[in-house]
């Protein structure tokens, strides 16, 4: 088989690994009240917990990024599948508030390996419009993963498994089942078909430093992070406080996760046809932005369509992001282990703070429409620096902004 056809078995591939990723990271959201009833957690302890993998993602995604430039993705991927499926199954043995904090945190350390690994696999086997659709392909995984986590765990796998332990130990076992499904099928593109060589270690690190594009984009990013995260862990609980039964809170969560598919891969292709990656971008914080403050205070049919709209919007933030950085000349699938490593690292600010903030609030002011207004704001404000990208392209010679 050439080069050009197993790249969409490696895509397939992308895609499964960012599946057991989005699955493995949200079976905690509805599995929330049986572990606060069984472990005695507090509101602010369970957004320590949802966070705490995002918290030690903030350290160790720049050096996942200089290992993944140096080693390849195929040994990075590998090695960040085996680290997320141990801490799924280690959760499954949790009998308390800092062991279970523990367990979770040691997902942020594979984390960063599949988040970095998969966007330079991308980058190095797909150019022009098709790294467009892939990049959307691969990112629908999670969305996927997170769906099915989401909808499934509450109404079909707890009551199989029998216990919120035993869901984790399960889920880690589709884990592991990925690990050597990539080991032996998992490869690099042809020599030929490289886009870009492997970098000496710390090669361009200086360079990439010194880019305000990179850290405009970083700094934009962090509003995909804060709300992806923050919503996805307290929507089931902000459900069932209005009424909702743990079921049907999961079904309905599962539509936000559900909606990010095709967010993720059509938003970043608009921006391809209407040649303005800045306005697809703006145009879907100002969304999101105005679409979170009706979480916590519609119903019925309204809310299950804003739940809707709000997950393709989030869903098409991330892809969109990597996109602009896979553009860059000076980045490209030679530098986007740094690069990504850098836009992951201080992106999770916003994915520890996300859910512990809307728990925090919730403790504070015992509704969830402080933190809901909060992450509003924050994603409103972004579309300011947004402004001031300027677009480039693959074949773009600059790439600095105004």
């Known amino acids: 088989m050439t080069g050009r056809a197993y790249r969409w078995i490696i895509l397939f591939l992308a895609w499964f690994i960012y599946f057991v990723f989005g699955l493995i990271f949200s079976a905690f959201a509805p599995l929330v009240t049986p572990i606060m009833s069984q472990l005695n957690l507090t509101h602010t302890e369970v957004g320590a917990i949802a966070g705490a993998w995002q918290l030690i993602y903030i350290f ?108 984790f130990i399960g889920y880690s076992i589709i884990g592991f089942f990925t690990a050597i499904l990539w080991s032996l099928l998992g490869r690099q593109p042809p020599r030929g078909d490289l886009v870009g060589k492997t970098p000496r270690l710390g090669e361009g690190m200086e360079d990439i430093l010194r880019m305000k594009s990179v850290w405009l984009v970083v700094f934009i990013g962090i509003s995909a992070f804060l709300v992806g995260h923050g919503i996805q862990n307290w929507l089931p609980k902000i459900l069932e406080i209005k009424g909702y039964s743990a079921v049907e809170a999961g079904f309905i969560a599962s539509l936000l996760s559900l909606s990010r598919i095709p967010g993720s891969v059509s938003i970043p292709r608009i921006s391809y046809y209407i040649k303005s990656k800045k306005g697809a ?122």
């Not at 160790?60 to 499926?85: E, F, H, N, Q």
């Not at 690994?117 to 995984?141: C, H, N, Q």
């Open 60 to 167: 160790a995604a720049y050096p996942a990024g200089i290992v993944v430039d140096r080693l390849g993705y195929k040994k990075s991927l590998l090695l960040g599948l085996l680290t997320i499926s141990t801490s799924s199954l280690l959760r499954g043995f949790a009998t308390d508030f800092k062991t279970l904090l523990t367990y979770t945190a040691l997902f942020g350390l594979g984390g960063p390996m599949i988040s970095i690994g998969l966007p330079k696999l991308i980058a190095s086997w797909f150019t022009g419009d098709e790294r467009g659709f892939a990049a959307g392909v691969y990112v629908s995984g999670t969305a996927v993963g997170s769906t099915m986590g989401l909808a499934f765990t509450n109404s079909l796998i707890l009551p199989l498994a029998g216990s919120w332990e035993r869901v």
């Open 281 to 402: 971008l703006s145009l879907t914080l100002l969304s999101t932005a105005l679409l979170l403050p009706t979480l916590d205070i519609s119903r019925g049919g309204i809310l299950i369509l804003e739940t809707i709209l709000l997950g393709f919007f989030i869903g098409g933030l991330m892809p969109l992001l990597l996109l602009i950085f896979m553009d860059m000349p000076e980045v490209g699938s030679r530098y986007m282990g740094i690069t990504g490593g850098i836009f992951f690292s201080i992106g999770e600010i916003g994915g520890f703070s996300g859910p512990f903030l809307i728990g925090l609030l919730k403790d504070i002011t015992g509704s969830f429409t402080a933190g809901m207004i909060l992450l509003s704001l924050y994603t409103g404000a972004m579309i300011l620096p947004t402004l001031t990208i300027r677009e480039t392209t693959p074949d773009s010679k600059a790439n600095t902004v105004n």
